[in-house]
Structure formats: C-alpha cells, structure tokens
C-alpha cells in the first residue's frame, strides 16, 4: 500500500485478555519498528525487525509482550494477560536500506485496557 | 550515551507570529537529525531532516531547521504560524548500531499550541 496500515485503529479490551495488533509496512520497507507511545509522551522503543528477525527487541517491557514478522512483510504484536498499564497508542513504523533512520509511521492503535 | 532535550515542553504563540522549538542533543558519535511532527489523534509524519551538507535545512508547512555542531543543537522554527500548526513536535536523533543498523533517539515532544 501507499502507507504503514495498522489495525485495529481502536481496542478496548478487558483486564487479562490476549491482544494482536496488526501492522502492514510500506511495500519493499525491511525494516519494520515497533514504539508504545502514552499520553503526553515521545514514542517508546518496543522492537525492531530487519527482515524476519528481531534486530533489536530490548524495549519490550516483559515477556507478556512478543512480536512477530514470519514473511517479512505484515508484523503482529502481541501482548497476553493485559494489564491496566498497558493502555497507550501502539505504533509502527517502516524503513528502507539507505534512508538514514527516517521511518514512515501508520496512524497508530489505540489499546485501551479496561 | 546519547539523548536528545527539547527544552520546552510547551509553547503558545499567537498567530501569525514566529516560534521556535528547541532541541539540544548529546552523541560522541556522528548523528543524523529529524524533526517528526504529530497532528491530533495522528501518526507521527517526517518534517524536516539534516543528514549532510548545508546546515540549514527546509521541511514541509514553512518549517526549518539548523543544525549547529558546536552547540549539538537543531532549533526549528517557523517565521509565521497557523492555527493549523497546533501539533507536537518531536526532535530525533539517529544513531549507529551495530552493523549497518542505526537507531533512533527521541526527546519527549513540545506542544505548540497556536491561538488567534
């Protein structure tokens, strides 16, 4: 597509429940980022995949979190036993060889745990 | 260890009037500097970036930015300000990793809030 697609824009589930988060990267995009970003804050470096494998997944906050990216491509972010705390906008990002850092984000998924 | 300060975290300007974001950085390696702009209940979006070359350097909306090495500073600024420009703004810095990776570094936003 044109742009990062990340879906759901908005879920609302309840304390302890299993989450996925979605994320489509620009098409031919390797590398493929994902931030946590909480009310009135920067965004939070959870995990960065070059290709199929986590490059760098040093920003996860504890093994309820896990990422994924089996083709490449499409990247699920799943988070079990959801906590209170783990309410923010989850949002992803995608990168080519050669640009230096600069990433193209998607809107976001708004995670709101009840 | 890098970081990155926006010395402010909120500005309100009146319209039509210039404003400057601040954002200092600290890096003993060579860095690469971004300013990303997020509108409400939007994504993050690229406004300007400094690689190399000229210090000066024009983004989208009237925005620019200098990098200066030897104060490890990159202000933007805008001349003139809409009310379309109320957003937060956020100063990056990238960094290498290892190989040929490179990572970013964010500071925590300033929040320009532009009034009539």
């Known amino acids: 597509g044109a742009g990062v697609s990340q879906t759901p824009s908005n879920k609302v589930t309840e304390k302890g429940k299993y989450v996925e988060l979605r994320c489509d990267p620009i098409?031919?995009?390797?590398?493929l980022y994902w931030y946590r970003q909480s009310l009135g804050q920067g965004p939070e470096f959870l995990i960065y995949?070059?290709?199929?494998?986590?490059?760098?997944d040093s920003g996860l906050p504890n093994d309820r979190f896990f990422a994924v990216r089996p083709e490449g491509s499409v990247s699920t972010l799943k988070i079990q036993r959801t906590e209170r705390g783990d309410s923010a906008v989850y949002l992803c990002?995608?990168?080519?060889?050669?640009?230096?850092?600069?990433?193209?984000f998607g809107e976001g998924s708004r995670l709101t745990v009840l | 260890a890098q970081s990155v300060t926006q010395l402010d975290s909120q500005v309100p300007v009146f319209e039509e009037a210039p404003v400057e974001l601040r954002c200092n950085y600290s890096?003993?390696?060579?860095?690469?500097l971004f300013w990303y702009v997020q509108y409400p209940n939007q994504g993050l979006q690229l406004l300007l970036k400094?690689?190399?070359?000229s210090t000066l350097v024009k983004g989208i909306n009237g925005f620019e930015a200098e990098f200066n090495k030897s104060q490890t500073s990159f202000h933007l600024r805008k001349p003139s300000v809409h009310i379309s420009d109320t957003a937060e703004y956020f100063c990056?810095?990238?960094?290498?990793?290892?190989?040929?990776?490179?990572?970013?570094?964010w500071g925590l936003g300033t929040s320009l809030a532009v009034n009539p």
């Open positions: 990056a810095v990238s960094v290498p990793k290892t190989g040929n990776n490179r990572k970013l570094i």
């Open positions: 400094y690689l190399s070359g």
């Open positions: 890096s003993s390696v060579s860095v690469y």
């Open positions: 995949f070059q290709g199929t494998g986590a490059a760098d």
């Open positions: 098409s031919g995009h390797t590398a």
């Open positions: 990002a995608s990168s080519s060889p050669g640009t230096a850092g600069e990433l193209f």
